[in-house]
Protein backbone atom coordinates (compact mmCIF):
# COMPACT_ATOMS: atom_id res chain seq x y z
CA UNK A 1 0.00 0.00 0.00
CA UNK A 2 2.80 2.05 0.92
CA UNK A 3 4.37 1.62 -2.32
CA UNK A 4 1.49 1.93 -4.47
CA UNK A 5 0.79 5.72 -2.17
CA UNK A 6 3.86 6.64 -3.92
CA UNK A 7 3.85 5.87 -7.37
CA UNK A 8 0.17 7.66 -6.69
CA UNK A 9 1.88 10.63 -5.80
CA UNK A 10 4.59 10.54 -7.91
CA UNK A 11 1.94 9.98 -11.00
CA UNK A 12 0.26 12.94 -9.89
CA UNK A 13 3.62 15.28 -9.22
CA UNK A 14 4.26 14.33 -12.91
CA UNK A 15 0.82 15.13 -14.21
CA UNK A 16 0.71 19.06 -12.33
CA UNK A 17 4.31 19.01 -13.82
CA UNK A 18 3.52 18.18 -17.30
CA UNK A 19 0.89 21.13 -16.96
CA UNK A 20 3.07 23.25 -15.88
CA UNK A 21 5.28 22.78 -18.92
CA UNK A 22 2.51 22.43 -21.15
CA UNK A 23 1.35 26.04 -19.96
CA UNK A 24 4.79 27.41 -20.63
CA UNK A 25 5.06 26.36 -23.88
CA UNK A 26 1.91 27.82 -24.41
CA UNK A 27 3.13 31.46 -22.84
CA UNK A 28 6.44 30.83 -24.90
CA UNK A 29 4.23 30.45 -28.26
CA UNK A 30 1.67 32.93 -27.80
CA UNK A 31 4.55 35.66 -26.49
CA UNK A 32 6.56 34.39 -29.60
CA UNK A 33 3.36 35.01 -31.77
CA UNK A 34 2.74 38.36 -30.24
CA UNK A 35 6.02 39.56 -30.54
CA UNK A 36 6.09 38.58 -34.43
CA UNK A 37 2.89 40.41 -35.19
CA UNK A 38 4.32 43.54 -33.00
CA UNK A 39 7.59 43.32 -35.63
CA UNK A 40 5.66 43.13 -38.28
CA UNK A 41 3.17 46.30 -37.50
CA UNK A 42 6.42 48.28 -36.82
CA UNK A 43 7.85 46.89 -40.15
CA UNK A 44 4.52 47.95 -41.89
CA UNK A 45 4.80 51.50 -40.08
CA UNK A 46 8.34 51.74 -40.69
CA UNK A 47 8.21 51.19 -44.12
CA UNK A 48 5.15 53.43 -45.05
CA UNK A 49 6.97 56.40 -42.78
CA UNK A 50 10.58 55.77 -44.76
CA UNK A 51 8.96 55.97 -48.07
CA UNK A 52 7.17 59.49 -47.25
CA UNK A 53 10.53 60.27 -46.05
CA UNK A 54 12.67 58.98 -48.71
CA UNK A 55 9.99 61.00 -51.22
CA UNK A 56 10.73 64.40 -50.28
CA UNK A 57 14.44 63.64 -50.82
CA UNK A 58 13.87 62.13 -53.75
CA UNK A 59 12.28 65.30 -54.56
CA UNK A 60 15.38 67.24 -54.52
CA UNK A 61 17.50 64.67 -56.26
CA UNK A 62 14.55 65.29 -58.91
CA UNK A 63 15.05 69.26 -59.16
CA UNK A 64 18.80 68.98 -59.39
CA UNK A 65 18.93 66.16 -62.09
CA UNK A 66 16.18 68.59 -64.04
CA UNK A 67 18.41 71.63 -63.75
CA UNK A 68 21.28 69.44 -64.95
CA UNK A 69 19.92 67.92 -67.87
CA UNK A 70 18.40 71.20 -68.91
CA UNK A 71 22.36 72.65 -68.84
CA UNK A 72 21.70 75.19 -66.59
CA UNK A 73 24.52 74.03 -64.67
CA UNK A 74 27.00 71.29 -64.85
CA UNK A 75 27.51 70.17 -61.17
CA UNK A 76 25.64 70.90 -57.74
CA UNK A 77 26.21 69.80 -53.77
CA UNK A 78 22.89 70.65 -51.29
CA UNK A 79 22.99 70.28 -48.08
CA UNK A 80 20.40 71.21 -45.52
CA UNK A 81 20.47 70.76 -42.20
CA UNK A 82 18.37 71.74 -38.82
CA UNK A 83 19.84 73.14 -35.99
CA UNK A 84 22.90 70.10 -35.31
CA UNK A 85 21.62 67.62 -37.99
CA UNK A 86 22.35 67.15 -41.49
CA UNK A 87 19.30 65.84 -43.05
CA UNK A 88 20.59 65.80 -46.33
CA UNK A 89 23.67 66.15 -48.18
CA UNK A 90 24.34 64.93 -51.49
CA UNK A 91 26.64 65.40 -54.66
CA UNK A 92 25.23 65.65 -58.40
CA UNK A 93 27.13 66.09 -62.15
CA UNK A 94 30.12 67.76 -62.49
CA UNK A 95 32.81 69.81 -60.89
CA UNK A 96 34.77 70.18 -64.09
CA UNK A 97 33.55 69.60 -67.82
CA UNK A 98 35.37 71.07 -69.94
CA UNK A 99 38.61 70.64 -71.16
CA UNK A 100 38.24 67.40 -68.86
CA UNK A 101 35.89 65.87 -66.69
CA UNK A 102 35.67 65.43 -62.57
CA UNK A 103 32.46 64.52 -61.08
CA UNK A 104 31.25 66.89 -58.06
CA UNK A 105 31.74 65.25 -54.70
CA UNK A 106 30.09 65.89 -51.82
CA UNK A 107 33.43 67.59 -49.92
CA UNK A 108 34.01 69.74 -53.35
CA UNK A 109 35.42 73.12 -53.22
CA UNK A 110 33.64 75.59 -54.60
CA UNK A 111 33.90 79.83 -55.14
CA UNK A 112 31.45 81.41 -52.99
CA UNK A 113 31.70 84.68 -54.77
CA UNK A 114 29.28 87.08 -53.06
CA UNK A 115 28.71 84.54 -50.03
CA UNK A 116 31.88 86.16 -48.99
CA UNK A 117 30.09 89.05 -47.97
CA UNK A 118 28.38 87.74 -44.80
CA UNK A 119 30.46 85.24 -44.24
CA UNK A 120 33.71 86.30 -44.33
CA UNK A 121 33.73 90.11 -44.90
CA UNK A 122 30.67 91.17 -42.60
CA UNK A 123 31.52 88.61 -40.26
CA UNK A 124 35.01 89.95 -39.85
CA UNK A 125 33.00 93.61 -39.03
CA UNK A 126 31.07 92.17 -36.54
CA UNK A 127 33.57 90.61 -35.12
CA UNK A 128 35.51 94.39 -34.40
CA UNK A 129 32.54 96.01 -32.87
CA UNK A 130 32.09 93.00 -30.59
CA UNK A 131 35.94 94.40 -29.64
CA UNK A 132 35.02 97.81 -29.68
CA UNK A 133 37.65 98.84 -32.83
CA UNK A 134 34.71 99.54 -34.91
CA UNK A 135 31.20 101.12 -34.53
CA UNK A 136 28.75 100.97 -37.48
CA UNK A 137 28.16 104.73 -36.89
CA UNK A 138 31.80 105.11 -37.84
CA UNK A 139 32.47 107.62 -41.08
CA UNK A 140 34.29 105.61 -43.33
CA UNK A 141 36.38 108.62 -44.26
CA UNK A 142 37.37 108.06 -40.23
CA UNK A 143 39.77 105.48 -41.76
CA UNK A 144 39.75 105.71 -45.64
CA UNK A 145 40.50 109.95 -45.70
CA UNK A 146 39.66 109.92 -49.56
CA UNK A 147 36.40 108.71 -49.61
CA UNK A 148 35.33 111.85 -48.28
CA UNK A 149 34.33 113.83 -51.44
CA UNK A 150 31.80 113.57 -53.91
CA UNK A 151 28.76 113.09 -51.66
CA UNK A 152 30.24 110.42 -49.66
CA UNK A 153 31.36 112.73 -46.69
CA UNK A 154 28.57 111.15 -44.51
CA UNK A 155 28.10 107.54 -45.56
CA UNK A 156 28.85 104.91 -42.29
CA UNK A 157 30.11 101.83 -41.71
CA UNK A 158 26.76 100.57 -41.57
CA UNK A 159 25.96 102.40 -44.98
CA UNK A 160 28.18 100.01 -46.70
CA UNK A 161 26.89 96.82 -44.72
CA UNK A 162 23.79 97.70 -46.26
CA UNK A 163 24.18 98.26 -49.80
CA UNK A 164 22.91 102.34 -48.80
CA UNK A 165 25.82 104.01 -49.46
CA UNK A 166 25.14 105.52 -53.05
CA UNK A 167 28.14 103.87 -53.96
CA UNK A 168 27.54 102.30 -57.63
CA UNK A 169 26.79 98.43 -58.00
CA UNK A 170 30.60 97.88 -60.06
CA UNK A 171 33.84 99.26 -61.82
CA UNK A 172 35.51 98.61 -64.82
CA UNK A 173 37.87 96.09 -63.51
CA UNK A 174 39.27 95.48 -67.51
CA UNK A 175 39.94 99.23 -67.95
CA UNK A 176 41.55 99.07 -64.03
CA UNK A 177 43.80 95.72 -65.36
CA UNK A 178 44.82 97.73 -68.58
CA UNK A 179 46.02 100.78 -66.49
CA UNK A 180 47.84 98.95 -63.93
CA UNK A 181 48.00 95.39 -64.22
CA UNK A 182 46.88 92.76 -61.78
CA UNK A 183 46.98 92.35 -58.57
CA UNK A 184 46.29 96.77 -58.13
CA UNK A 185 44.30 96.95 -54.66
CA UNK A 186 45.38 100.09 -53.67
CA UNK A 187 44.48 101.51 -57.22
CA UNK A 188 41.09 99.96 -56.96
CA UNK A 189 40.69 101.55 -53.84
CA UNK A 190 41.53 104.71 -54.93
CA UNK A 191 38.99 104.50 -57.50
CA UNK A 192 36.37 104.17 -55.22
CA UNK A 193 37.27 106.59 -53.25
CA UNK A 194 36.86 108.66 -56.27
CA UNK A 195 33.62 107.62 -56.95
CA UNK A 196 30.29 110.11 -56.53
CA UNK A 197 27.93 109.19 -54.46
CA UNK A 198 24.19 108.08 -55.90
CA UNK A 199 21.84 109.38 -54.54
CA UNK A 200 22.83 110.39 -51.09
CA UNK A 201 23.48 107.51 -48.21
CA UNK A 202 21.32 106.30 -46.86
CA UNK A 203 18.40 106.83 -49.43
CA UNK A 204 17.91 104.05 -51.54
CA UNK A 205 19.19 100.45 -51.31
CA UNK A 206 21.36 99.67 -54.53
CA UNK A 207 23.53 96.22 -54.29
CA UNK A 208 26.84 97.56 -54.09
CA UNK A 209 30.31 95.26 -54.56
CA UNK A 210 32.44 98.57 -54.16
CA UNK A 211 30.74 98.62 -50.56
CA UNK A 212 32.41 95.58 -49.43
CA UNK A 213 35.50 95.85 -50.86
CA UNK A 214 35.66 99.39 -48.85
CA UNK A 215 34.83 97.16 -45.73
CA UNK A 216 37.32 94.89 -46.46
CA UNK A 217 40.25 97.70 -46.70
CA UNK A 218 38.88 99.08 -43.40
CA UNK A 219 39.16 95.66 -41.34
CA UNK A 220 42.83 95.30 -42.74
CA UNK A 221 43.29 99.11 -41.93
CA UNK A 222 41.97 98.39 -38.50
CA UNK A 223 43.07 94.98 -37.27
CA UNK A 224 46.44 95.27 -39.17
CA UNK A 225 45.75 91.75 -40.68
CA UNK A 226 44.68 91.44 -44.52
CA UNK A 227 40.94 90.15 -44.59
CA UNK A 228 42.22 86.52 -45.45
CA UNK A 229 44.43 86.41 -42.16
CA UNK A 230 41.94 88.03 -40.10
CA UNK A 231 38.88 85.98 -40.90
CA UNK A 232 41.23 82.73 -40.77
CA UNK A 233 42.64 83.46 -37.22
CA UNK A 234 39.20 85.02 -35.81
CA UNK A 235 36.37 82.82 -37.92
CA UNK A 236 37.49 80.07 -39.72
CA UNK A 237 39.98 78.69 -37.36
CA UNK A 238 37.61 78.77 -34.41
CA UNK A 239 34.91 76.96 -36.23
CA UNK A 240 37.59 74.30 -37.11
CA UNK A 241 36.16 75.66 -41.02
CA UNK A 242 39.17 73.60 -42.66
CA UNK A 243 38.45 73.74 -46.22
CA UNK A 244 37.42 77.74 -46.32
CA UNK A 245 40.09 79.89 -47.16
CA UNK A 246 40.32 82.72 -49.71
CA UNK A 247 43.44 81.95 -52.12
CA UNK A 248 43.03 78.24 -51.90
CA UNK A 249 46.35 76.17 -51.51
CA UNK A 250 47.56 74.51 -54.72
CA UNK A 251 47.21 70.99 -53.37
CA UNK A 252 43.53 71.54 -52.84
CA UNK A 253 43.30 71.74 -56.91
CA UNK A 254 42.38 68.77 -57.92
CA UNK A 255 39.33 69.12 -54.83
CA UNK A 256 37.99 72.42 -56.48
CA UNK A 257 35.24 72.86 -58.98
CA UNK A 258 35.83 74.93 -61.75
CA UNK A 259 34.57 78.24 -62.98
CA UNK A 260 35.00 80.12 -66.07
CA UNK A 261 37.08 79.33 -68.55
CA UNK A 262 38.95 82.74 -69.41
CA UNK A 263 41.24 83.56 -72.27
CA UNK A 264 41.48 79.83 -72.48
CA UNK A 265 42.11 79.23 -68.88
CA UNK A 266 40.34 77.06 -66.82
CA UNK A 267 39.64 78.88 -63.77
CA UNK A 268 39.99 76.35 -60.89
CA UNK A 269 40.99 78.03 -57.54
CA UNK A 270 41.49 81.34 -58.94
CA UNK A 271 38.49 83.28 -58.07
CA UNK A 272 35.92 84.68 -60.72
CA UNK A 273 34.91 87.85 -59.79
CA UNK A 274 37.62 89.92 -61.42
CA UNK A 275 37.62 92.87 -59.09
CA UNK A 276 38.18 90.16 -56.42
CA UNK A 277 41.32 89.32 -58.69
CA UNK A 278 42.51 92.35 -58.73
CA UNK A 279 42.32 92.77 -55.42
CA UNK A 280 44.53 89.82 -55.11
CA UNK A 281 41.62 87.30 -54.33
CA UNK A 282 40.69 88.49 -51.23
CA UNK A 283 38.58 91.64 -52.38
CA UNK A 284 35.77 91.49 -49.88
CA UNK A 285 32.91 91.35 -52.15
CA UNK A 286 34.13 87.59 -53.62
CA UNK A 287 36.74 85.55 -53.59
CA UNK A 288 36.15 82.81 -50.76
CA UNK A 289 36.46 79.39 -51.72
CA UNK A 290 34.30 76.45 -49.25
CA UNK A 291 32.64 72.97 -49.05
CA UNK A 292 28.98 72.61 -47.91
CA UNK A 293 30.29 70.61 -44.83
CA UNK A 294 32.21 73.74 -43.73
CA UNK A 295 28.74 76.14 -44.17
CA UNK A 296 26.64 74.17 -42.53
CA UNK A 297 29.34 75.07 -39.40
CA UNK A 298 28.94 78.37 -39.79
CA UNK A 299 25.30 78.41 -39.96
CA UNK A 300 24.65 76.38 -37.00
CA UNK A 301 26.99 79.20 -35.36
CA UNK A 302 24.38 81.69 -36.42
CA UNK A 303 21.11 80.34 -35.63
CA UNK A 304 23.25 79.31 -32.05
CA UNK A 305 23.31 82.97 -30.96
CA UNK A 306 27.06 82.99 -32.40
CA UNK A 307 28.40 80.06 -30.28
CA UNK A 308 29.91 76.71 -31.51
CA UNK A 309 31.46 73.82 -29.02
CA UNK A 310 31.17 76.69 -26.01
CA UNK A 311 32.81 79.26 -28.02
CA UNK A 312 31.54 82.22 -28.56
CA UNK A 313 32.97 83.57 -32.08
CA UNK A 314 29.86 86.55 -32.28
CA UNK A 315 27.93 87.64 -29.36
CA UNK A 316 24.36 87.33 -29.29
CA UNK A 317 24.50 90.94 -30.44
CA UNK A 318 26.60 90.57 -33.51
CA UNK A 319 24.58 87.89 -34.64
CA UNK A 320 21.19 90.13 -34.49
CA UNK A 321 23.07 92.65 -36.91
CA UNK A 322 24.49 90.59 -38.97
CA UNK A 323 21.19 88.27 -39.37
CA UNK A 324 18.04 90.67 -39.04
CA UNK A 325 16.99 93.58 -40.82
CA UNK A 326 18.35 97.28 -39.89
CA UNK A 327 17.63 99.34 -43.00
CA UNK A 328 16.04 98.62 -46.84
CA UNK A 329 15.47 95.08 -45.65
CA UNK A 330 19.17 94.09 -45.28
CA UNK A 331 21.20 93.41 -42.44
CA UNK A 332 24.73 94.20 -41.41
CA UNK A 333 25.22 91.39 -44.05
CA UNK A 334 22.66 89.15 -44.95
CA UNK A 335 19.25 90.11 -46.53
CA UNK A 336 15.79 89.83 -45.00
CA UNK A 337 13.09 91.23 -46.93
CA UNK A 338 14.51 92.90 -50.27
CA UNK A 339 14.01 92.44 -53.63
CA UNK A 340 17.08 90.10 -53.49
CA UNK A 341 15.40 87.85 -50.68
CA UNK A 342 13.37 85.80 -53.31
CA UNK A 343 15.81 82.67 -52.99
CA UNK A 344 14.11 82.09 -49.59
CA UNK A 345 11.10 81.29 -51.34
CA UNK A 346 7.40 82.14 -50.69
CA UNK A 347 7.25 79.89 -46.93
CA UNK A 348 10.23 80.64 -44.92
CA UNK A 349 9.61 82.49 -42.18
CA UNK A 350 10.04 86.68 -42.20
CA UNK A 351 12.69 85.70 -39.73
CA UNK A 352 14.69 84.22 -42.52
CA UNK A 353 17.67 85.47 -43.71
CA UNK A 354 19.63 84.60 -46.97
CA UNK A 355 22.61 85.64 -49.72
CA UNK A 356 23.57 84.47 -53.21
CA UNK A 357 26.89 84.63 -55.08
CA UNK A 358 26.95 85.02 -58.76
CA UNK A 359 28.92 81.39 -59.15
CA UNK A 360 25.22 79.51 -58.99
CA UNK A 361 26.16 79.61 -54.65
CA UNK A 362 23.44 80.59 -51.88
CA UNK A 363 22.37 80.20 -48.20
CA UNK A 364 18.94 79.97 -46.46
CA UNK A 365 18.48 80.00 -42.89
CA UNK A 366 15.49 79.98 -40.96
CA UNK A 367 15.22 80.91 -36.92
CA UNK A 368 11.88 80.01 -36.44
CA UNK A 369 12.62 76.13 -37.34
CA UNK A 370 16.67 75.91 -37.07
CA UNK A 371 16.23 74.64 -40.78
CA UNK A 372 19.02 75.65 -43.37
CA UNK A 373 19.39 75.05 -46.74
CA UNK A 374 23.53 75.12 -48.72
CA UNK A 375 22.98 75.49 -52.44
CA UNK A 376 26.52 75.42 -54.19
CA UNK A 377 26.80 75.18 -58.09
CA UNK A 378 29.31 75.93 -60.67
CA UNK A 379 26.47 77.46 -62.90
CA UNK A 380 28.99 79.91 -64.37
CA UNK A 381 31.47 76.81 -65.75
CA UNK A 382 32.50 76.52 -68.74
CA UNK A 383 31.65 79.91 -70.34
CA UNK A 384 29.04 82.29 -68.05
CA UNK A 385 26.00 80.63 -69.77
CA UNK A 386 24.40 79.04 -67.10
CA UNK A 387 21.67 79.60 -64.42
CA UNK A 388 21.13 78.87 -61.02
CA UNK A 389 17.68 81.20 -60.23
CA UNK A 390 14.94 78.06 -60.94
CA UNK A 391 16.88 75.31 -58.85
CA UNK A 392 17.17 77.85 -55.78
CA UNK A 393 13.17 78.74 -56.21
CA UNK A 394 12.67 74.73 -56.09
CA UNK A 395 14.55 74.01 -53.57
CA UNK A 396 13.35 76.66 -51.12
CA UNK A 397 9.59 75.45 -51.47
CA UNK A 398 10.82 71.85 -50.80
CA UNK A 399 13.04 72.83 -47.74
CA UNK A 400 10.71 75.45 -46.73
CA UNK A 401 7.42 73.75 -46.79
CA UNK A 402 4.06 75.81 -46.80
CA UNK A 403 2.59 75.53 -42.89
CA UNK A 404 0.26 72.98 -43.34
CA UNK A 405 2.58 70.66 -45.02
CA UNK A 406 5.17 71.52 -42.03
CA UNK A 407 2.81 70.45 -39.49
CA UNK A 408 1.88 67.24 -41.11
CA UNK A 409 6.07 66.65 -41.16
CA UNK A 410 5.39 67.87 -37.47
CA UNK A 411 3.17 64.86 -36.71
CA UNK A 412 5.30 61.99 -37.30
CA UNK A 413 6.42 62.28 -41.06
CA UNK A 414 10.16 63.58 -40.25
CA UNK A 415 12.65 63.28 -43.23
CA UNK A 416 15.25 60.44 -42.77
CA UNK A 417 18.64 61.60 -43.31
CA UNK A 418 19.79 61.22 -46.73
CA UNK A 419 23.51 61.92 -46.80
CA UNK A 420 24.40 58.12 -45.90
CA UNK A 421 23.45 58.02 -42.13
CA UNK A 422 20.84 56.24 -40.19
CA UNK A 423 17.14 57.57 -39.78
CA UNK A 424 18.29 58.21 -36.31
CA UNK A 425 20.59 60.87 -37.61
CA UNK A 426 17.89 63.00 -38.33
CA UNK A 427 15.54 65.44 -36.70
CA UNK A 428 11.98 66.88 -37.99
CA UNK A 429 11.30 69.83 -39.76
Known amino acids: MKQRGRNL ?8 GGARDSNRTSYFILHTSNLFLALLVGLSLSCRVGHVRDARWARIDAAVQEEIQAGHLPGAVVLVGQADRILYHQAFGLAVAEPF ?35 PNDRVSDYLPAFACNGKEDVRIRHLLTHTSGLPAYTDAKALKDLYGSPCPDQVIEKICGL ?5 PGQEFRYSCLGYITLARIVGIVSGQDLDEFTQANLFAPLGMEHTRFNPPAAWQTQIAGTEIVDGELLRGTVHDPLARLMAGAGGNAGLFSTASDLSIYCRMLLDGGSWKGKQILSPAAVALLTTAQSHGRAYGFDVSSSYSWIKGPNASPAAFCHSGYTGTSLVCDPATGTYLILLTNSVHPHDKGMSKPLRQKLAEIVFPRPADSQQL ?20
Not at 196 to 200: I, Y
Open 9 to 16: KCEVSSLK
Open 101 to 135: QTPMEKDTVLDLASLTKPIATAAAVMVLIDRGKLD
Open 410 to 429: RHGLSPESHSGGSAADAVPY
Open 196 to 200: KAQPE
